[in-house]
């Protein structure tokens, strides 16, 4: 059970980073666009 | 089918972006149902191209969410063919920012319900006592169970989409490499097309939605998401201060002539008094305004320039009303249209106010004057600078024409040529024009740098000066100022097809320049070079044959903010003027001046001018000087001698500016229908 837990932990974690990252991806990108 | 022709992981891409494409669609079909105006409802072709656009909003965010998870599976970790992790983890990532995603829709929707407003910046306030938020968050809507239902969402979404990830990488033939390499070159055109988002010179951007003076229309369009962003993203401008606003009150609403001042609400409306410059009978005459590109002061004829670079505007302004000292308040074409639409200068340090979504629902005496028909025309595209948005939606029946809608072909990032855009604009003017008179404002953009002139330039003769003598005089090559000179020579054309159409006996045109240009300027006052000035100083003409007939040279200075007004006053109409211009032909206004803000290094300061002197001061209120607009060394200050006109200047100018800052969030129509 234990393994399983850290597993969705660690997953969750990324993905937030992940999300973080494509969030200021997301920024960069309409700045540059909206010129 | 499928399996056999596409590969396994952009498959899933496909599957992914449909399934949240729906999503998206279903939030629009619902924010659409729940907000829309029965009072003023939306027709079917509205709704409907607000729907296409709202899609490829939201076609671009999801890419963009996509985007990083394609190019993270070029990592072998991270790619679902190779590891069982990997594809455990991108459903469970996917999911995840989905109910992200969701929730903002839920917030956005919650705000709209309560403000109707999509949420932007302003918003941010909010995060600054987070714990207060979160609890009247709480306390009005069902959170926790939103948040359960959220999670839900993740799990069951995560579970689909790894069965599905894993059918679509199990299931996959060996395709050869040739056959990957065509899939990822088709990949990567659907999401540079779909990240572009339009067939146009510029991008898709924010300001598109703002097509349309319907409200809904527009709200309706927007991704809530990138909304935000976009708004986040131009809100650099410093913040107005009421108090300051306030201590400079009694001097503004008095410059302003405000008839009934009140600090308390800061109250800057009044009326514009109709000063007609002529008989105009029972038909107001039509209206050109012409915003001329880059057209400086001291590269006129008539400001004493030997190269003769404009003989048609020189030969007009001998008939009309010139204001020989007209100064924008602001560099750059973008600021000159906010300043002349809203007759507030643009304050925002690096980026510009039409970029800012407030730039959206602000009042503008433009729209204010009724029994006009209104056009704008502009070469390039309304997309530049976002300026759609200011132009289109604060203007109500509004036809704007920009590219796509000539003819002629464009002859660089600038859009068509002058000539060609005076030539159609007037031809689309004939042929659209009703009973009414119009008003018509025309932006040309050509003068512009690589300075081209195009093949069709007909009897344009092209000159050649020796560089010393261009640079002596203001222009800093040949094609600089033959670009100044077919400017010039288009505005010619223009006034041979109205003269030559009778309309030139019933219309007024009113002529500036969006900004001035730096150089040596030996026949100016050593003051305009000292103090940059020359990059601010453009000529204002009011031409109107048919109707003055007694033409002056006026050197009262004066700007962009007034030319609305002035229009106003000049075809007579008693309108609301709410912001900082003043009707140049008014006689009640003794003493005129010229409000400039200038930068200096990370300085910023103000600079107004009145017939004689120049105050400056920065921003901060130090530094304050007073010069003499006329003096042979015009550095040297005179505050000394003049201690209670530096005050007066200097505390004009800095309440000029406190009052801009405030009113770019206080000039909102609707602000002023609740105050009727």
Same mark, same amino acid.
Request: net charge negative.
């Given at each position: 059970m234990l393994p399983r837990i850290k597993s969705v932990a660690i997953q969750l974690a990324l993905s937030l980073l992940f999300l973080v990252l494509t969030v200021g991806f997301v920024f960069f990108f309409e700045q540059k666009i909206n010129g | 089918m499928l399996a056999r022709t596409i590969p396994g992981r952009l498959r899933f891409l496909c599957t992914a972006l449909f399934l949240a494409l729906i999503l998206l669609t279903g939030l629009r079909i619902a924010f659409f149902t729940a907000f829309h105006d029965t009072d003023t409802p939306l027709g079917s072709g509205a709704i409907a191209s607000a729907f296409w656009l709202g899609f490829r909003f939201d076609l671009r965010l999801l890419l963009l969410l996509l985007l990083p998870m394609v190019l993270l599976w070029r990592v072998p970790r991270l790619n679902p063919t190779r590891t069982e992790w990997a594809r455990r983890f991108w459903p469970v990532h996917l999911s995840f920012m989905t109910a992200c995603m969701v929730l903002f829709y839920v917030v956005d929707f919650g705000n709209y319900a309560w403000l109707r407003e999509r949420v932007d910046a302003s918003r941010l306030s909010d995060v600054e006592n987070p714990w207060t938020s979160l609890k009247l968050v709480w306390q009005t809507y069902p959170l926790g169970r939103a948040l359960l239902g959220l999670a839900a969402f993740v799990a069951v979404s995560s579970w689909f989409l790894r069965k599905r990830l894993t059918r679509c990488v199990e299931e996959e033939p060996d395709f050869s490499a040739k056959y990957r390499r065509v899939a990822t070159v088709v990949t990567i055109l659907v999401f540079v097309c779909g990240l572009y988002g339009k067939v146009s010179f510029y991008p898709l951007r924010? +300001? &598109?939605? !703002?097509? +349309?003076?319907h409200r809904f229309q527009s709200h309706l369009a927007l991704n809530p998401v990138l909304f935000f962003i976009d708004s986040v993203l131009a809100s650099e401008d410093v913040p107005f201060d009421r108090k300051r606003v306030k201590s400079h009150y009694d001097e503004v609403a008095a410059y302003l002539g405000v008839?009934? #001042?009140d600090p308390e609400t800061l109250n800057f409306s009044r009326r514009v008094r109709p000063t007609p410059v002529g008989e105009y009978g029972t038909r107001r005459p039509n209206v050109y305004l012409i915003q001329l590109e880059s057209f400086a002061y001291q590269q006129t004829g008539l400001s004493g320039n030997p190269l003769d670079a404009s003989p048609n505007f020189d030969a007009i302004a001998k008939e009309g009303l010139l204001f020989t000292r007209f100064y924008t308040p602001r560099d750059g074409t973008a600021r000159a249209v906010y300043a002349t639409l809203t007759g507030i200068p643009d304050t925002i340090k690096h980026r510009t106010a039409t970029r800012n979504p407030r730039a959206v629902d602000q009042y503008t005496i433009f729209d204010a004057l009724s029994g006009y028909q209104k056009f704008y025309f502009l070469g390039m595209s309304a997309g530049w600078a976002n300026l759609r948005g200011l132009i289109s939606k604060n203007v109500r029946g509004l036809k704007l024409y920009e590219e796509g809608a000539f003819k002629s072909d464009r002859v660089d990032v600038w859009g068509v040529s002058d000539l060609h855009l005076f030539e159609e604009s007037f031809q689309i003017l004939q042929a659209e024009r009703g009973d009414e008179p119009y008003f018509v404002y025309i932006q040309c953009s050509a003068n512009h740098p690589p300075h081209n002139i195009p093949e069709d330039k007909r009897d344009f003769v092209v000159k050649e000066e020796d560089e010393e003598t261009l640079v002596e005089n203001g222009f800093d090559h040949n094609r600089a100022y033959n670009s100044y000179r077919f400017q010039d020579y288009a505005l010619g054309h223009l006034m041979k097809l109205v003269r030559e159409a009778g309309e030139l006996e019933n219309s007024i045109f009113f002529l500036f320049g969006d900004n001035g240009m730096r150089g040596k300027i030996r026949h100016m006052p050593p003051a305009e070079e000292a103090f940059g000035l020359g990059n601010y100083h453009t000529p204002f003409l009011i031409y109107a044959p048919g109707f003055i007939k007694e033409p002056k040279v006026i050197d009262a200075p004066c700007g962009q903010l007034d030319i609305l007004p002035t229009i106003a006053g000049a075809v007579g109409a008693g309108v609301w003027n709410r912001t *900082?211009?003043?009707? *140049? *032909? &008014? #006689?009640? !206004?003794?003493e005129h001046f010229a409000f400039i803000q200038d930068k200096r290094g990370s300085a910023t300061r103000v600079m107004l001018m009145d017939r004689d002197y120049l105050a400056r001061i920065n921003i901060d209120g130090s530094n304050g000087r007073l010069y003499r607009y006329a003096a042979e060394k015009p550095r040297e200050d005179v505050s000394d001698q003049h201690p209670e006109l530096a005050q007066r200047l200097t505390r004009l100018g800095l309440g000029i500016y406190e009052t801009s800052k405030y009113l770019q969030y206080h000039n909102a129509p609707s602000r002023y229908a609740e105050e009727e």
């Open positions: - | 924010w +300001s &598109d939605a !703002f097509g +349309s003076t008839d009934e #001042p *900082l211009g003043r009707n *140049l *032909l &008014d #006689p009640r !206004f003794k």
